[in-house]
């Protein structure tokens, strides 16, 4: 699946997008993220005008969730959505982005569910300087391969790779796409099985971009996507 815009020509050029940096989270009772206390604290990381990038992915999910599950302080109106497949019984995923604003001080992220609980859920985010529009992303599934995100025929010149995958403790043996840097990665472990994310860059004036893949291990289902921003 594929969202793109046509970016006009003769516009000014803008400085290169810069990293700023990264957060991760796994929530201490590895289903839910349910205080203050467990937020992603974007806020603490990038300043206002910057770029915030989140993916959270789980491994499994109970029916009782539904989709009545509400990420605090980031959804709607507060975080673009650019995919929301937390439906998905098996392997979920959430894409968002954000330009921050001065009124994000001090305010936590986190996730409330109503009706259950996401198993192995955990999240990242990275956070990127003189980045003015989202100009398209790409996704796709696999089973029992590395996390693969797929080409993207944008103008961008950044470009983010996400990975997830379940079965896969994040915490060891990961590595990003060849020539891709920035890398934040984190897992969730729910009665023995892992769910884990990741996410790494690359500046770069492109029109397309095929970012290759993620080396997970131990891989059951995988997801990648490449986000492309100016």
């Known amino acids: 699946m594929l969202w793109s815009k046509v970016i006009g020509a003769g516009a000014k050029k803008a400085p290169l997008p810069e990293f700023v940096g990264s957060t991760s989270l796994q929530p201490n009772n590895e289903d839910n993220f349910n205080s203050g206390a467990e937020g992603l604290d974007i806020r603490n990381v990038g300043q206002p005008g910057d ?22 302080n980031i ?17 979920g995923v959430y894409i968002g982005y954000r330009f921050i604003t001065s009124s994000d001080n001090n305010r936590p992220y986190y996730i409330s569910l109503s009706d259950g609980e996401f198993y192995g859920l955990n999240a990242v985010a990275s956070v990127f300087s003189n ?29 983010v790779a996400m990975g ?10 990961l590595t990003a796409p060849t020539g891709y840097s920035n890398l934040v990665h984190e897992y969730g472990l729910f009665g023995g099985d892992y769910a884990s994310g990741a996410i790494a860059s690359k500046i770069e004036n492109l029109s397309s971009e095929n970012p290759g893949t993620f080396t997970f291990s131990n891989n ?6 490449t986000l492309g921003f100016s």
């Open 51 to 72: 770029l915030a990038v989140v993916m959270f992915s789980f491994s499994d999910r109970p029916s009782t969730v539904g989709n009545n599950w509400k990420f605090r």
């Open 164 to 173: 997830a995958s379940n079965k896969f403790n994040a915490g060891s043996g």
């Open 75 to 91: 959804r709607g109106d507060e975080f673009i959505t650019v995919l929301d497949d937390t439906s998905r019984d098996t392997l």
């Open 220 to 225: 059951d289902k995988s997801f990648g996507a």
């Open 131 to 159: 980045v003015s529009s989202f100009d398209g992303a790409a996704y796709q599934y696999s089973n029992n391969n590395n996390p693969n995100p797929p080409l993207l025929s944008t103008n961008s010149s950044l470009w």
